[in-house]
Structures are given as structure tokens and as C-alpha cells.
């Protein structure tokens, strides 16, 4: 059986840890795919039961040097969420890292005495063993860690490093070692904080998550965990608290801050019957709920693990840097080796092995993605992975739909034009009746107009059929009642007298909706949506951001579509079915586009999976958050213009950082070939390319307000 685990991993700080980890998961008998994510601090690993167990793989990523935390009940409640235990060999690594650290600060400041001639008498008073000593001990956590790896035949940037740290302690240069070690150790250090600090915005997007509920159990009210809540049970919501499950609010009223879902701060008023999400707080008056969905299985939940699982899905930049550090240490041995070779100057050929630093190749794309991520799920808009970004980077063609995209999605009728015989009261109360079950937006602004003018339903359909692209079909009260487009009219039907109306009113922009009664045309209706107030200016955003090609996908006939298309000055298709969509997505990609798709999540998930990169205006649906790579926790059309400009800032990031990183190697494997650079500088220098990743990454942190905010 194929099953899917996920463990906590501690003890990673870097890039390279988190690949040491997934090279060993992946060389279990059984292991189908694992994804160490350095960010989430955890791996997700997808192995079949009978091959490999769960106790294998935790093994596993102890054996290359990290410890998984086991859960265990708090001993004080029952009911109380898992904590984990931390390791004594954690606290044995802080407090070696700690004094590592002092040593290191005592030696640097005796460095900086060099230049007043005291370096030599100051290590001339410390017998050379003790010397040695204390760089083994303070370097040790180092040191086991890079034996650990030779002995799995594997190469590390502080394999060279340590390589370094013994040949100056073979000629007798004990200090140049400390020093060495210290700037390892601090370089350890930045590598750790640099990834903590892209781990801090995952880490504020889960603590926003509730930990306990209050639900009504036997008639009394207990605090229990999150994960203990089932599905159907109340849920009680006091001011001041957040939300800890997807609900239906049943009793009461209350105002919502929702701005860890979507991003937007203006409270929003919940009522008996409305929705009410997790994670979000209540300001004003308190509610009772009933549970729909816990945990994961919640829209903030489903957020976070999109957000978590952003950082496996790297893009070509990430693979090219990864499959680059592979061979970027054997290619720094080498010249480590020429330098000894052909000058014969052991210091040199010790800096040029302290000066590299492939960390940092690691490092230069990940960090600024899960900045991005991070940040802009703080925004209300989901990305992910990187792999997304690069796509979105490199499409020039946007695919809109109409209604509940471009549009508000809640029409409303302007017109009711019966025929013959019939009456508009009549003819309303049968469209009513007939799309009593139809989810479709014009469905909805038809039973909207019958319950604003107070008008009873008939009664249940005997029969009803949805037709995808056309319209509804039901059988009430014996009569058999079509209501849709023109794809619903009987062969050979004429509109007759309302084809100057029908004409009129889609030159007007409106949609049509015909009623045809046992065959024969009993009327139409007219409806027309809202434009979005901000659409205009965030497709002028992602014009000047690259995309110029902007088409409109609509249902419409011509003459609707070119009304709404014209004054936004997008491109057009009329009278699509959904299966046309996905048509028109694969032939621009069989030209050489690369499409962005643009629709509400529902009737248009194909053509979201099949282009490029599909954003979803879907309001966190589930469906909009399986089939599109990005999705819109608000519908605001000013977020899709942000993902665009936050795709090309990220990228712009990345190639910086790569380039600097690149920059700085080459010149510093120059300088330490040439002797120009000593082993003490060298190893000095080698953070410099980690913090400069940080600085630069850390641009993409921060939040920038909308247009018109």
C-alpha cells in the first residue's frame, strides 16, 4: 500500500542539510518521492507500507545527523494539543556552539592585535597542544558532521573547509585554525539565521491557527484541542477569540476580522447561515457554530500547507543551482591541488578551501521564494512554489473569463420580456421554479427577482437535468421547461417578435436568458452583471508589467462580449462552450505562448490546470485551490496584477543573488590562488555571500500596499 508521511525534522540550517536528508530517503528500498522542505522544518515522504516503515525512515534521518521530535500528550490535559521533546544532543550542540563561539571572539580580537605586534607574543604563551585541543573541541560539531558524510562517500562545503583546518594545524598554525573554525562556526550560524528567517513567516502564517476550541459536549461547554472537534458539533465564539474551525454559524451575530484568509482588514458582519472561516477573529458579539471542517482540511489549513509545500516545488532556477553545487566542491579541489602543485604555497592552497562558499548557490533561490510566498500569503494571494513564479515570469498571453472573473458574478435581471399569452408574473414564477436547483450566477439573479417580489415557487421539478454550456431542463407541473442561451432554442426556432429586443439589449452588454415551454419560445430575460471596479487599472498594471495580449473567454453571443470587451480593450471569443476554453489555452501553447488563464475556480478548472500558470478568483474553493497554481483568497482583480509584478520582482532577486554569489566566488578563489588572500580572511569572508542573500531576499519580506489602498 502507497502511503503518504509526514515527519518533523530538526536540526537542518541550511540548503545542504535539507539535500543530505531527502539523498537518504530517496535510497530507502520502497521510498517513491521525498521532499525535505528546510522552511517547514519536516519531510514528506510517499513509500509503500510494505517495502519501508515508518521507524526505517525515521532512522533514516537521524542516521545523516538530524533528530525527528517525537509528539507526546501534555500531562495536563488530556484533551490538549502534542508537544514535542527536544533532544539532549540539541542542547549538547547549542552550548558547544556557544563556547565555540567565545573562543573564536577571544582569538579574533587577538588577530585584530596583529597589527600592533602583539599576535605573535600572545600565541607564543599558549602551549601548541592546548591550541589543538581547543580547536577540535570548539570545531567538533563540524568536524563529526563531515566525517559522518565521508563515511557515506558524500562531499560538503565543510569537508574543504575542515581539510583547511588540518593542514594549517600540520604546519604548526594553530591560531589560523581557531580562527578558521570560528568563522565556520559563524558562518554555521548565518546559514541558520538566514533560513530562520524565512521559516519566521511560515512559522507567524501557523500561529495564527487556534490550538483548543470551546464545543458544547452533553450540554456543557469544554475547552478540548482542534484536532479532537468532529465534524457536526458546536462550536462557541466569543469576542476577541479566532475561529478554530470552518463552520455555519447557527446562533447569534458577530463581526469578523478576516484578514488571515484573504488578506483584506474591513471586518465582515456573519449571521445565522453564513459562513465563517478558520483562523479568523471575532471583534464584536460571539456566535455558535456547527464544525464543517477541522485542521488541514480547513481553508486557513489548506493556506498553510500550500505555503509549506511552495518550497518543493522548486523551479529550473533552484534545480540548476542544486545540480551546480554538485560538482562546484570537486571543481574547488582542484584547484586547491593546482595551487599546491604549481606554487607549492600551503597557506594559499588552505585559503582557497576555507574561501568557497556553495552554500550560498543554495541558498540564493529558495530564501527569496519562500519570501515571496510567505508574503504574499499575507496578502490573500496563494503561490505555489517557485516553480510558479518562473512559469508566470514567462507568459505573455492572460485568458480572462467573464462572469465572476472580470465580473462581480451576482447578475441581476433588468428585463422580463414574455410572449404570446403569457404573463411576466407567470413567466417568472415557471423560470423560478425551473432553476430552483441551478448553481449558475444568471440562475441565482432569476430566483433573486421572484423572492424580491415576494413570489411563491411551484412545485418541485418532477424531473431536472443540468446542460453544461446551454442552460437547465426541468419537468413542473407536466409541462417540460428549457431555460438557457440560444444553444437551448429548438431547431429551426425564430426569436420572432423580440429580435429587435434580444438585439438591442445585447448591444447593451446584457446577457439573454430564453424560457422555451414545451418546445415553443414563452419569453426571455434579460441580466446584467458589474464590471469590477478595479479592473481597469489592474489590467493597465499587467499590460506594463509584460503581458500585452489579453483576451476575454465568454458564453455570450458577439455583440455582449465586444460591449464589455471594448472600453477594457481586450481581444474576445464569444459563444464558448467550457470544453472551448481548454481548446483555446492548448492551441496558443502549440503556438509558443505561454497563458496565463484567469477564471473563478469552477466551470473553469480544466483550462486553469492546462495553461501555464491559472489563477483562480475562487475565494479559497477547493476546487480553485486543486486546479489553479495560484489562488485568490479574495476576489480583487488588483491581487492578479500583484502576482504578476511579485513573480518578476522575485526573479530579479534570485538572478541578483545568484550573480553576487557567483561575483564573489570567483574573486575570492582568485585572490586565495594568487596568495593574496591568508586562510584568516579567507574564512572571515566566506559568510559574506549569506548575509548579502539575507539583505537582499529580505526586500521581498515586507508587504506593499495595492493601488488604492
Known amino acids: 500500500m502507497i502511503q503518504t508521511l509526514e515527519l518533523p525534522v530538526a536540526g537542518m540550517d541550511c540548503a545542504a542539510c535539507a539535500r543530505k536528508a531527502q539523498r537518504a530517503l530517496m535510497k530507502v528500498p520502497g521510498v517513491q518521492s521525498a521532499d525535505v522542505l528546510l522552511n517547514a522544518e519536516k519531510a514528506v515522504i510517499l513509500f509503500d507500507t510494505g517495502l519501508a516503515s515508518a521507524d526505517a525512515l525515521r532512522a533514516t534521518i537521524e542516521r545523516v545527523g538530524f533528530s525527528v521530535p517525537l509528539p507526546v500528550p501534555a500531562v495536563d490535559e488530556a484533551d490538549a494539543p502534542p508537544r514535542y521533546v527536544l533532544e539532549a544532543k540539541s542542547l549538547q550542540r547549542q552550548l558547544l556552539t556557544t563556547l565555540g563561539i567565545l573562543f573564536g571572539a577571544i582569538l579574533f580580537v587577538v588577530v585584530i592585535g596583529e597589527g600592533l605586534g602583539v599576535f605573535d607574543q600572545l600565541t607564543a604563551r599558549v602551549p601548541w597542544w592546548a591550541g589543538v585541543l581547543a580547536v577540535l573541541a570548539f570545531g567538533y560539531p563540524i568536524f563529526a558532521s563531515v566525517l559522518r558524510s565521508a563515511l557515506r562517500g558524500e562531499v560538503t562545503s565543510h569537508t574543504l573547509m575542515t581539510v583547511g583546518t588540518i593542514a594549517a594545524l600540520a604546519i604548526g598554525q594553530w591560531a589560523t585554525a581557531a580562527i578558521v573554525v570560528f568563522f565556520m562556526r559563524v558562518g554555521e550560524f548565518t546559514e541558520r539565521f538566514t533560513s530562520e528567517r524565512a521559516r519566521r513567516l511560515l512559522k507567524e502564517l501557523t500561529a495564527l491557527a487556534p490550538q483548543t476550541a470551546r464545543v458544547l459536549r452533553d450540554g456543557v461547554e469544554r475547552e478540548v484541542a ?303 452583471d458589474t464590471l469590477r471596479a478595479e479592473v481597469a487599472d489592474a489590467l493597465a498594471a499587467v499590460r506594463a508589467a509584460g503581458i500585452g495580449r489579453i483576451e476575454l473567454l465568454t458564453g455570450d453571443n458577439e455583440r455582449t462580449a465586444a460591449a464589455l470587451a471594448a472600453p477594457l480593450g481586450l481581444g474576445y471569443r464569444a459563444g464558448l462552450l467550457p470544453e472551448d476554453k481548454i481548446r483555446i489555452v492548448r492551441e496558443l501553447q502549440q503556438q509558443g505562448h505561454r497563458v496565463v488563464m484567469v477564471g473563478d475556480g469552477v466551470n473553469d478548472a480544466p483550462a486553469l490546470a492546462q495553461a501555464n500558470v491559472g489563477i483562480a478568483m475562487g475565494g479559497g474553493t477547493d476546487v480553485a485551490m486543486e486546479a489553479a497554481h495560484i489562488v485568490l483568497m479574495r476576489e480583487d482583480w488588483r491581487l492578479v496584477a500583484e502576482s504578476v509584478l511579485i513573480a518578476r520582482r522575485t526573479m530579479g532577486v534570485v538572478r541578483t543573488n545568484i550573480g553576487f554569489t557567483a561575483l564573489y566566488n570567483l574573486v575570492g578563489l582568485s585572490l586565495a590562488a594568487f596568495g593574496l588572500l591568508p586562510p584568516i580572511y579567507a574564512a572571515a569572508l566566506q559568510s559574506i555571500p549569506d548575509i548579502g542573500i539575507l539583505a537582499n531576499s529580505s526586500r521581498l519580506i515586507r508587504n506593499r500596499k495595492l493601488a488604492n489602498d
Not at 411563491?456 to 421539478?461: F, I, Q, S, T, Y
Open 226 to 528: 482542534v484536532e479532537t472537534v468532529s465534524p457536526g458539533e458546536v462550536v462557541i465564539v466569543r469576542p476577541g477569540e479566532r475561529v478554530p474551525v470552518d463552520g455555519v454559524v447557527l446562533e447569534g451575530q458577530a463581526t469578523f476580522d478576516q484578514a488571515a484568509i484573504t488578506g483584506e482588514s474591513m471586518p465582515v458582519e456573519a449571521e445565522p447561515g453564513d459562513a465563517v472561516y478558520a483562523a479568523t477573529l471575532a471583534k464584536l458579539g460571539h456566535v455558535k457554530l456547527r464544525a464543517e471542517r477541522i485542521g488541514r482540511d480547513t481553508t486557513f489549513g489548506r493556506a498553510v500547507q500550500l505555503v509549506e509545500d511552495a518550497e518543493a516545488n522548486c523551479g529550473k532556477v533552484q534545480r540548476v543551482a542544486d545540480r551546480f553545487s554538485a560538482w562546484y566542491l570537486p571543481v574547488v579541489a582542484s584547484i586547491a591541488m593546482l595551487t599546491w602543485l604549481l606554487s607549492g604555497n600551503l597557506l594559499a592552497t588552505v585559503a582557497v578551501l576555507v574561501v568557497a562558499c556553495s552554500c550560498s548557490f543554495a541558498l540564493a533561490t529558495p530564501i527569496a521564494m519562500m519570501a515571496s510566498v510567505g508574503a504574499a500569503a499575507r496578502q490573500g494571494l496563494l503561490i505555489k512554489g517557485g516553480r510558479v513564479i518562473e512559469a508566470l515570469v514567462g507568459c505573455n498571453v492572460m485568458l480572462v473569463d467573464k462572469t465572476g472573473t472580470l465580473t462581480t458574478g451576482r447578475p441581476r435581471i433588468t428585463d422580463v420580456v414574455p410572449l404570446g399569452e403569457w404573463e411576466e408574473a407567470a413567466l417568472l414564477r415557471l423560470a423560478a421554479t425551473a432553476e430552483r436547483h441551478s448553481e449558475h450566477p444568471l440562475a441565482e439573479a432569476v430566483r433573486r427577482l421572484a423572492e424580491e417580489r415576494a413570489m411563491a415557487l411551484g412545485d418541485e421539478p418532477a424531473r431536472f437535468e443540468s446542460l453544461p454550456g446551454r442552460g437547465v431542463r426541468a419537468v413542473i407541473e407536466g409541462r417540460t421547461v428549457e431555460i438557457g442561451n440560444r444553444r437551448m432554442l429548438p431547431a429551426g426556432a425564430e426569436v420572432g417578435a423580440v429580435a429587435g429586443i434580444a438585439e438591442r439589449l445585447e448591444a447593451e452588454g446584457k446577457s439573454l436568458l430564453f424560457i422555451v415551454v414545451d418546445g415553443q419560445l414563452a419569453g426571455l430575460f434579460a441580466a446584467q
